[in-house]
């Protein structure tokens, strides 16, 4: 259940501090005004909060319609977070050390509260070990789906998980709420399980140098998702593997950079939270080592062929970048490109 999830996680936590933002800020732009700066004079990290509203869908899609099936989008419209560090307050303008990710609004209810996390945390040159051992059956059960896991790294800071090996698990790695943390030089073998590695809730995190040896490779790939924004996949290598994965929940601006995979079908989540990504998505020289796929559309508005009752209508990415596309002569639906 999507809302039990994020009633654990960073963008619905009822917090005690939040501050209106008063002043229009312009994505690229380091710094935001607010109504009372001193609440934040000694707080390191903090989460620029939007509001569920639908007077921002355009902003974030772009002037293109909606599936009907997507409940959330369709009722409640958008949310969007991102996690910065501040780098000094003067009078009530708070400035960051990184760009914001997004143009900034405050009629759309934007508002600023401190984020905790522990920073300088690091996982590494372990071989972690699971007991999965049947052929993978997707939401078979909890078994199949999340009885074998690895590493869960929540609220960090400038923390990583590097030179590790995970084998016989259902996923790797989660990454939640963070910000500039990394997961780089990882392999994952043994049988083949639900994911590989979970980027979500957070800014600015790295997955990269990653090598996918699984059976089959996993069932979805590197994944930005769930209010992700400004993350980066680098170097990902999982020939066999069924593709990227953006697993939906209004994520944003994601580049995934050098990534080899059979195809691009690994993507996942509710259809009721699609679509899988926002504006902002670009795919840098990827490599498709399956079949040729004849017009790829990244914004379907039509129920697929094969199974026309199903309410997953394919991949729904809103105008995507695509450059570099290599290995298989896949083509594309030129009017669902960015």
Same mark, same amino acid.
């Given at each position: ?14 917090? &005690? ?16 005004? #607010? ?104 939401? &078979?059960? &909890?078994? %199949? ?51 590989? #590695? ?21 069932? %979805? ?55 899988? %990504? ?26 697929? &062929? ?33």
């Amino acid at each position: 259940d999507y809302d039990a999830f994020c009633s654990t996680n960073t963008s619905s936590r009822p917090y &005690k501090t939040k501050v209106k933002i008063t002043s229009y800020a312009e994505e690229g732009s380091y710094a935001i005004e #607010v109504e009372d700066a001193s609440k934040f004079k000694n707080q390191l990290y903090v989460i620029l909060v939007m509001p569920y509203n639908k007077e921002s869908m355009t902003d974030f899609l772009g002037d293109i319609p909606t599936r009907p099936q997507w409940g959330r989008l369709n009722s409640k419209g958008i949310t969007a977070n991102e996690i910065h560090k501040i780098k000094g307050i003067k009078g009530n303008k708070i400035y960051f050390e990184r760009p914001l990710l997004t143009d900034i609004k405050p009629q759309y209810g934007w508002y600023l509260a401190p984020h905790e996390v522990i920073s300088e945390c690091g996982f590494e040159d372990i071989h972690v070990v699971g007991n999965f051992q049947e052929k993978f059956d997707h939401h &078979k059960n &909890k078994i %199949h789906d999340s009885g074998w896991k690895g590493v869960n790294m929540a609220h960090v800071a400038n923390s990583w998980i590097r030179r590790c090996v995970f084998s016989n698990v259902n996923s790797a790695v989660r990454v939640n709420g963070s910000i500039s943390s990394s997961v780089l030089m990882n392999v994952i073998d043994g049988k083949q399980g639900h994911g590989s #590695v979970e980027m979500t809730f957070g800014t600015r995190n790295l997955t990269g140098l990653w090598l996918v040896r699984t059976d089959y490779g996993q069932w %979805h790939g590197i994944d930005a998702s769930h209010m992700a924004a400004g993350n980066v996949a680098w170097r990902i290598y999982a020939p066999q593997g069924r593709g990227f994965d953006l697993h939906s929940g209004y994520t944003r601006a994601t580049l995934y950079d050098c990534y080899e995979a059979y195809n691009m079908t690994g993507n996942g989540g509710n259809y009721k939270v699609e679509p899988h %990504h926002m504006k902002g998505f670009t795919l840098w020289n990827f490599k498709q080592t399956g079949p040729a796929v004849k017009e790829y559309d990244y914004w379907s508005m039509k129920p697929k &062929k094969d199974n026309p009752k199903s309410f997953y209508w394919g991949f729904s990415v809103a105008q995507p970048v695509v450059v570099g596309f290599h290995g298989s002569e896949t083509t594309f639906v030129e009017s669902s490109m960015g």
